[in-house]
């Protein structure tokens, strides 16, 4: 097995644990249709309110059908997981945002709640962000990739290595606005310069932590960069940025001071670019297919039910 | 359902059709491990043969254990092909090509047996390509794609859009050597041109037709070329050449006159150099996870016998 391929698992960790079973999880339904996955130790949480949460014959977790709209879903979900919170039930609401993440049963599907961003790990709801690869030809360097490392103050992964801008989608943002307020608020790229970001496509994994469930896809975008132009960070997020030659990113992603998640995403910019072929990877298609692995084809249980309303 | 999706479930057909399952088809295992899928027409077909194909109690279809070497297993299947080529059992074997499949359990791994192209639909066994996109930044037309119409003396879809350059990997050639082989013949491009040949990774896919079964993975590269170059066919294999503006791509690619098999490439592309992006597709992610589908985990079967050995 090759580097590569490791890292690979490494981040698709629930994807090849062989957990993602009805034994091991079950499927969480709103409306009729999936919308999450959830572990044993959350099912039993819920199970402990049936007036939000109902399972049926066949184990599949579905909020109550008698909450019937968008608002109602969303502040009854908010009330258990403030609940849960205060009981200190779950180590992933030890980070709540204050910042809500609309769950919907795909991504161009409308809305059928929010919940605060630390919770949706709960529910193995899929969460989506963008990536901007920023790069430069540079002189001397060769094809370097500008690289951030976190604040120590994130909520999540303080200090890895990560990409040079990356941001969750939030509730009412689009994907390509997201990418160009997190491109001025992390990296301070000027308008002139993000005239050039180009849209690249997703990568789309499964990882696991001790948090909960990351069903994740990332819009990826690419940045070229003038060979003179330095990203500094304009919100605290970002400890420093650092230029680093392809050559040695292709060594830093498998340190312990690389941000796993954003693994994916680096991987398919050197695989796009030509770093990464079949000369040194044999088992190329196999890495490509694992940072595209089909998160919305998983989701597919509905219930017997007829749908309940999705207003 | 968008027109690129309504396109990725066409030339993903096998993997949507729910016939991905034991009742329909049977795993292929060769060493105890699975290479491929068959459909019951061929099954039937493989039982005539209990020396060289036997059933197991839960229903895999294995080569014969007492055939231990690539040489003897080969020559058996080659065997059995020719009587089934005679009988005129199975369409696709019409178009023999007396062009050996090397057939593997992963695209790194040691061959198990050989078999005629044409037959490999027939066990489902997954094949492997290489494809160029040749583009062009042209002063008039914008960014363009050279594509090719395939000859109509081809044995498989003739008179077909395809993309510039594409030809199967086959036994004795690297990725590559068959790219730059293939660049050659079909194009007439010449050596310092294919110097900016650069490899921009891979796409799988599962089409099914009245042929049989194709999980396809192309290798796919990227080939800039200057907006005075004319390809030129060397080998018979193609009609003829034409520099399409990518806008009338996105048209051309849902015609029936387009191969459907070459469109992951095609989309891979557009895709990639952002012109199909979350704009002109809301479900962008879900597009991306169809051009990389995950064929080589939905070959995951083994049989509880210990494999025999594989030289």
Chains 1, 2 share one sequence.
């Not at 608002?71 to 779950?90: D, G, M, P, T, Y």
């Not at 993000?194 to 994740?216: C, Q, T």
């Amino acid at each position: 097995m090759s580097k590569f391929m490791n890292l690979a698992r490494k981040f698709n960790c629930f994807y090849f644990n062989g957990k993602c079973d009805l034994q091991h999880c079950r499927p969480f339904l709103v409306c009729g249709k999936q919308v999450g996955v959830m572990q044993a130790r959350v099912v039993e949480a819920a199970c402990r309110h049936p007036d939000v949460f109902q399972m049926d014959s066949s184990g599949m977790i579905s909020m109550h059908p008698s909450l019937t709209t968008y608002e109602e879903r969303s502040a009854r979900i908010n009330h258990v997981l403030s609940q849960w919170k205060e009981e200190r039930l779950f180590v992933t609401l030890k980070g709540w945002r204050n910042e809500c993440y609309e769950v919907r049963t795909g991504f161009a599907d409308p809305p059928l709640l929010k919940m605060d961003r630390s919770a949706a790990c709960l529910f193995g709801v899929r969460q989506y962000g963008v990536e901007i690869n920023g790069y430069t030809r540079h002189p001397q360097l060769g094809m370097s990739l500008w690289l951030q490392r976190r604040a120590l103050s994130k909520p999540t992964w303080p200090g890895k290595w990560d990409n040079m801008v990356a941001g969750g989608l939030s509730v009412g943002h689009s994907v390509l606005d997201t990418a160009l307020k997190e491109a001025e608020e992390e990296a301070s790229i000027p308008a002139h310069l993000l005239a050039n970001l180009r849209s690249a496509g997703s990568v789309s994994f499964y990882f696991e932590s001790e948090r909960g469930l990351f069903p994740n896809t990332e819009f990826v975008y690419d940045l070229e960069l003038p060979a003179d132009f330095v990203p500094h960070n304009s919100d605290g997020e970002v400890d420093i940025f650092e230029l680093v030659p392809v050559n040695q990113v292709m060594e830093r992603i498998f340190t312990p001071e690389y941000k796993t998640t954003s693994c994916p995403t680096t991987l398919d910019f050197l695989i796009r670019h030509g770093f990464i072929n079949s000369d040194n990877e044999p088992r190329l298609p196999e890495l490509v297919e694992l940072l595209h692995i089909p998160l919305h084809y998983l989701y597919s249980q509905s219930s017997s039910q007829s749908p309940i309303s999705s207003n």
